[in-house]
Structures are given as structure tokens and as C-alpha cells.
Nanobody, 117 residues
Framework: QVQLQESGPGLVKPSQTLSLTCTVSGDSITTSQYTWSWIRQPPGKGLEWMGVIAYDGSTYFSPSLKSRTSISRDTSKNQFSLHLSSVTPEDTAVYFC?????????WGKGPQATVSS
């Protein structure tokens, strides 16, 4: 069973970069059985898919966020990270990391990240 744990700052100032890390246990992020995504949920709104990193390190992003989003990984630590630049208060949300497999998917608990001065 895959387990995911997000970590990162709970508060970020406008115009800064929000960086969150997802630590994975139970399987390797280099396995082709899963893709590894970031998904967020702003207060009172639905889920928004942000981007994904595949087993080979290739990445794909939501068109609406592509210019501000990157995803990196550290295979030695079995972690992948989200970097969202030039944040505004509209980027305040609960941020989830997700492992999507053929049979099922797994979610982290999702920390709240708040953008405020």
C-alpha cells in the first residue's frame, strides 16, 4: 500500500514561490505502476488538478497553471515536489499529492497553504 505525506510551509507571502514536498512510502516513484500528481482545493471550491510527474521524470501541467508551476523529484529520497511561483491569495488552498494507479489511487492528507501578507 502506498502512503503519501505532504510537507511545506503553511503560510506564504504574495509574489513568493510556494514549495511543497510529497514523501512516498510503499513503492518507488520510479515505478511505472503510478503517476504522481498535485491537486488542490481552494476554500469552497472543487478539486483542481495542477500537474503530474511520471515514472521517467516527464511532467505535464494544467494549461491554466503551466506558466507558474513546476514539479521536481528526488529519487534518492522517494520524494516529488511542487513549486508554484508568483502566488496570490487566490492560490490559498488545501494541496494534495496523489498516486494514480490502474487499480486505485492514493492521497496524502493535504496541508492547507495560505497566501497572505
Amino acid at each position: 500500500q502506498v502512503q503519501l505525506q505532504e510537507s511545506g510551509p503553511g503560510l506564504v507571502k504574495p509574489s513568493q514561490t510556494l514549495s511543497l514536498t510529497c514523501t512516498v512510502s510503499g513503492d518507488s516513484i520510479t515505478t511505472s505502476q503510478y503517476t504522481w500528481s498535485w491537486i488542490r482545493q481552494p476554500p469552497g471550491k472543487g478539486l483542481e488538478w495542477m500537474g503530474v510527474i511520471a515514472y521517467d521524470g516527464s511532467t505535464y501541467f494544467s494549461p491554466s497553471l503551466k506558466s507558474r508551476t513546476s514539479i521536481s523529484r528526488d529519487t534518492s529520497k522517494n520524494q516529488f515536489s511542487l513549486h508554484l511561483s508568483s502566488v496570490t491569495p487566490e492560490d490559498t488552498a488545501v494541496y494534495f499529492c496523489n498516486a494514480d494507479g490502474d487499480a486505485r489511487d492514493y492521497w496524502g492528507k493535504g496541508p492547507q497553504a495560505t497566501v497572505s501578507s
